[in-house]
């Protein structure tokens, strides 16, 4: 599988059959890319809107004001440590970043007290607080080790963990329920097989194309870990691939013809859980857990799930497989007593 390059989009003209890259970034203008991904000519080009990026970046550092907080934050976006991140972590943190910016950015950023630090952190809900002092944390450590600073007033907090159940994890009543009132053939009952069949995170599962399978194997670049996973189709969900024709690079696409962007997403699968009368919890994330649960319930260790849905830890997989061993165990002590 060809590897995904950050913020190119390829889209098929339906009357040519020809596809198109475009180089996409939000804020800035669409660019096409000539050639063919990785070719020389496509790739000079996609590196001059990459430098294009960085050029705009760097020169809103150099307008800020010296040592400000807006200058620090202009500076981290432009480092390896934030550019490392998963395009989905660098936009949340730009999301927390541009909100503090917005009324703190002319200030000294080696003239925020902690004081300061703590108030905010008690105005916020757990969660909330949690990403808050992360994202600003990451910040000031950049802004500390490039000299804009000579402290961290972020050193020393330390929150009480959020104790939380997660996302909640679908039932097969819940599934049914959606799969009745979508038929196969239909963009929500792809969008269902999808991420119940493949056990992979949202932003994964939208970029998924018939270009990565190949004989009746899925191959996934994970966008959060890196990892590449080759992944069996499931009967049925080729029987529902085979039902939902598409001329695009990814299986699921906007009324336009378009990739759908996480948010927007998420906003559309809300509606059709809505549609099917779904409880609120239910959410595509919890379909992954859902796809573990399956998987624990076949018999599969927590090794053979974290293969396919390509958990780093073993420790979120356990649960599923614990939770569901001491069920069947149970029912199975149950039947011997008689």
Known sequence: MTRALKYVQGFV???????FHYF????????????????TEFMAAYQAALDNIQHHEVGA????????????????????EFRSLAAGTQAARRSVLERFRAPHGDKPVAALPQKFIAHVLSTMK????????KTIRALLQFALAHGFCTQDPTQGFKLPSVKTKGYY?????????????????????????LLLYTAQRRGDVLRMGR?????????????????????PVHSDLQCILDATPSAHLTFLTTDRGEPYG????????????DAAGLPKQCSAHGLRKA????LAEAGCSANEIASISGHASLREVERYTKAVDQARMARNAMARRG
Do not use: M
């Open 13 to 19: 003209d339906n009357k040519t059959g020809k596809v």
């Open 24 to 39: 996409r970034r939000s804020g800035y203008p669409r660019k096409r890319l000539p050639g063919l991904p990785f070719s």
């Open 61 to 80: 550092a150099k307008r800020s004001k010296p040592g400000s907080l807006s200058a620090a934050v202009a500076g981290y976006y432009t480092s390896l």
């Open 126 to 133: 757990p969660h909330a607080a949690h990403n808050w002092l």
């Open 169 to 193: 994890t679908w039932n097969e009543s819940d599934i049914a329920a959606f799969a009745a009132h979508h038929p196969i053939g239909t963009k929500p009952r792809l969008a269902l097989a």
């Open 211 to 231: 270009q990565h399978i190949r004989d009746g194997v899925l191959t996934v670049r994970q966008d959060k870990t890196g990892a590449v996973l080759a992944i």
């Open 262 to 273: 996480g948010p927007n997403f998420s906003n559309q699968f809300r509606e059709w859980c």
């Open 291 to 294: 796809a573990c649960r399956r």
